[in-house]
């Protein structure tokens, strides 16, 4: 592969690698596992690697990269790391606190990107879900902008070389760009995304201003029963991208991931089984030996049915509808995107 078929170029001139590695995994997977699935990950060929505070694994992460520098595999410029800003610090004075966190546990001089995990805030404090007495959540009122302006001081004193953001509509994000004084646009936008949920109308705006889609998901789902309804069809056992497999001799993972790399979405890949982890990066290696052609394009983005995988209102038991993309305006409430109906806003009081 030629290196520069690689990477996408962000709007602030820095490049992302188009494949990443996600280190998430469910609370029962012990944290050592991601230490030792990075490590074999990177040895393996992976250079992006995606995590979050949230994930509580970031200790494990920067050791494995760490470990990696150390015996010589690679160079710290030649890994792109990824960490999030989580929904309990997204007051403006706490932004830069939750990165030295974050950079303090990896051990890590920087972060290669810095993104806002979700357009919605809760209630500051060390519970990284916070409750109450009846078990809901509670909430915050945040300005969203006045959380950029102090991830852009993150990136200004160069704690993150690019910043930009997670599960943002394009409503979220023109109230980013709108902003009065903007010195630093998102470079990316990261979503759930695949053949079943293309975010074809996201993905064209983000185009349009220059923000590079970042897909998770991509490949459908690790249908973890936390975030993900157990009933929903499996992608990869659709019998239209069996038969375009077929037809190109490829798998239907490699049909999922080029069809991605064809809208010039960058995707993660996330396991931590070692056998996937390889099959991963060969499946990524295999996407660059061939095209899809215009009429496999067009029967691929047939398939989507705004099915959503993580439906995070499981986690949050705010309602039993399938809604997404919080946004948090003065104001009290939290305003929820129905994922079934895209143009219709439901707002929720918060709990103070």
Same mark, same amino acid.
């Given at each position: 592969m030629d290196p520069k078929h690689q990477r996408?170029?962000?709007?602030?001139?820095?490049?992302? !690698?188009?494949? %990443?590695?996600?280190?998430?995994? &469910?609370?029962?997977? &012990?944290?050592?596992?991601?230490?030792?699935?990075?490590?074999?990950?990177? %040895?393996?060929?992976?250079?992006?690697?995606?995590?979050?505070? +949230?994930?509580?694994?970031?200790?494990?992460?920067?050791?494995?990269?760490? $470990?990696?520098?150390?015996?010589? /595999? *690679?160079?710290?410029?030649?890994i792109f790391y990824t960490s999030k800003l989580w929904a309990t610090f997204l007051r403006p004075e706490l932004v830069r606190p939750a990165l030295e966190k974050s950079l303090k546990d990896l051990q890590l001089d920087y972060v290669d990107l810095y993104i806002i995990h979700f357009p919605m805030a809760?209630? &500051? %404090?060390?519970? !990284?879900? !916070?409750?109450?007495?009846?078990?809901? *959540?509670?909430?915050? /009122?945040?300005?969203?902008?006045?959380?950029?302006?102090?991830?852009?001081?993150?990136?200004?004193? %160069?704690?993150?070389?690019?910043?930009? *953001? $997670?599960?943002?509509?394009?409503?979220?994000?023109?109230?980013?760009l709108n902003k009065p004084g903007l010195k630093h646009k998102p470079v990316c936008n990261q979503v759930e995304c695949h053949p079943y949920l293309n975010q074809s109308k996201l993905l064209d705006f983000c185009k349009s201003k220059d923000i590079v889609l970042v897909a998770y998901s991509a490949?459908? $789902?690790?249908?973890d029963p936390k975030w993900v309804d157990q009933s929903l069809p +499996?992608?990869?056992?659709? !019998?239209?991208?069996?038969?375009?497999?077929?037809?190109h001799k490829q798998t239907p993972a490699v049909i999922a991931l080029r069809y991605q790399l064809q809208r010039r979405?960058?995707?993660?890949a996330k396991s931590y089984n070692k056998k996937r982890i390889k099959e991963n990066m060969q499946v990524m290696r295999g996407v660059f030996d061939f095209e899809l052609t215009p009429e496999d394009m067009k029967a691929i983005d047939g398939l989507n049915r705004n099915l959503r995988y993580c439906d995070f209102l499981l986690l949050t038991r705010l309602s039993d509808k399938p809604m997404v993309n919080f946004t948090v305006p003065p104001g009290g409430v939290c305003c929820i995107f129905c994922s079934t109906h895209p143009d219709k806003l439901i707002c929720i009081p918060l709990v103070s």
């Open positions: 996408r170029e962000l709007t602030d001139g820095r490049f992302i !690698p188009v494949l %990443g590695f996600g280190t998430y995994a &469910p609370e029962e997977v &012990p944290k050592s596992e991601a230490l030792e699935a990075t490590k074999f990950a990177i %040895g393996a060929g992976f250079r992006h690697i995606d995590c979050a505070y +949230v994930y509580q694994n970031e200790e494990q992460v920067g050791q494995a990269i760490r $470990s990696k520098i150390a015996d010589g /595999t *690679v160079k710290r410029e030649d809760m209630k &500051p %404090g060390e519970d !990284p879900l !916070p409750k109450d007495e009846n078990g809901k *959540v509670i909430f915050d /009122t945040v300005d969203l902008c006045s959380t950029w302006e102090a991830m852009e001081k993150c990136k200004d004193a %160069g704690l993150a070389k690019s910043i930009g *953001v $997670s599960n943002f509509n394009h409503k979220q994000l023109e109230k980013i490949l459908g $789902s690790h249908r +499996v992608l990869l056992d659709d !019998p239209l991208l069996g038969a375009i497999a077929k037809k979405v960058v995707v993660l």
